[in-house]
């Protein structure tokens, strides 16, 4: 275990040592003196704000757009008995198996002959339409945790099913949405090939993408800004989880609402 955990400390104590030293290499050394050159060398609008903005813009819309689509999708499939349910749940986890290699080129010939190329949009939904199927089957798994009887209990009182969705089941299954909601931005916020098949103008490409331009010609490369910017282009991920964090760990808060 310590070997292990050696392991993925290694690149970590990398990340952040490099960062802070002016001669950084591919060695994991402590620096002879801090300086702070590399993030002020990376902390400009062409290399950190625009692609930083653009990729809270891309992820959060198509992290919404998923979150949204899984739970409409997920809430029959969990309370709907069918003899389809589990055959359409396999082929949901199937499409999640197909590399995205696999399927760019069909993807980008339809987007050229719709006009979605090299618009945000366009990219947002193609992303969300990734991230959704295993948003779908977790989503569904979270949702088997709440009872069917407090969703009864407000059809009774007149609620329709999208009512007691949003109003009942949801809220209760908080740490499930805060789940597909981490999984689906964090996957989305490290994913290079998408936009950099679909976006073609440099003023639209996210984090993901322009990180590439601190890579030189003929195998240069500026090590201690590379480790910058990884420091600066993982915050996003780091406060999403810090935020959802009590909500991961709280648990179901179902006991008091089926005894009342």
Same mark, same amino acid.
């Given at each position: ?10 690149? $970590?104590?990398? /990340? ?21 050159? !590399?993030? =002020?060398?990376?902390?400009? +609008? ?7 903005? !653009? ?6 819309? %198509?992290?919404? @757009? ?28 199937? =499409? ?13 010939? @339809?987007?050229?002959?719709? !006009? ?7 990219? *947002?939904?193609?992303?969300? *339409? ?6 779908? &089957? ?12 407090? +969703? +009864?209990?407000? &059809?009774?009182?007149? %609620? ?11 809220? $209760? ?15 989305? &916020? ?9 976006? $073609? ?15 030189? !010609? ?9 480790? *910058? ?9 780091? @406060?999403?989880?810090? /935020? ?9 808060? @179902? ?6």
């Amino acid at each position: 275990m310590l070997v292990l955990a050696a392991a993925f400390a290694l690149p $970590l104590a990398w /990340l952040v040592l490099s960062s802070v030293d002016r001669g950084a290499t591919l060695r994991t050394r402590v620096p002879d003196s801090v300086t702070g050159e !590399n993030f =002020s060398a990376v902390w400009n +609008e062409e290399i950190t704000f625009t692609p930083m903005l !653009n990729s809270l813009l891309l992820c959060g819309s %198509a992290t919404l @757009l998923t979150v949204a689509c899984a739970a409409l999708a997920a809430y029959p499939l969990s309370r709907l008995r069918s003899r389809l349910t589990r055959p359409y749940l396999l082929t949901i986890i199937f =499409s999640t198996s197909l590399p995205i290699t696999a399927i760019m080129v069909p993807v980008y010939g @339809l987007f050229v002959q719709v !006009n979605l190329v090299d618009t945000m949009y366009g990219t *947002a939904l193609f992303l969300a *339409a990734t991230q959704l199927p295993f948003a779908i &089957w977790l989503m569904k798994n979270f949702m088997d945790g709440v009872p069917v009887v407090l +969703e +009864e209990a407000a &059809w009774t009182d007149g %609620a329709s099913g999208l009512q007691s969705l949003i109003r009942i089941v949801l809220p $209760l299954m908080g740490p499930g949405v805060a789940v597909v909601t981490v999984y689906s931005f964090v996957m989305m &916020w490290g994913n290079f090939f998408v936009p950099f098949m679909l976006l $073609l103008s440099p003023d639209q490409l996210p984090a993901s993408v322009s990180v590439y331009g601190l890579f030189g !010609n003929y195998g240069t490369v500026v090590y201690g800004q590379l480790a *910058a910017f990884s420091m600066l282009y993982s915050t996003p991920v780091v @406060l999403l989880y810090i /935020l959802v964090a009590r909500r991961l760990g709280g648990g179901f808060a @179902l006991g008091a609402a089926v005894k009342g």
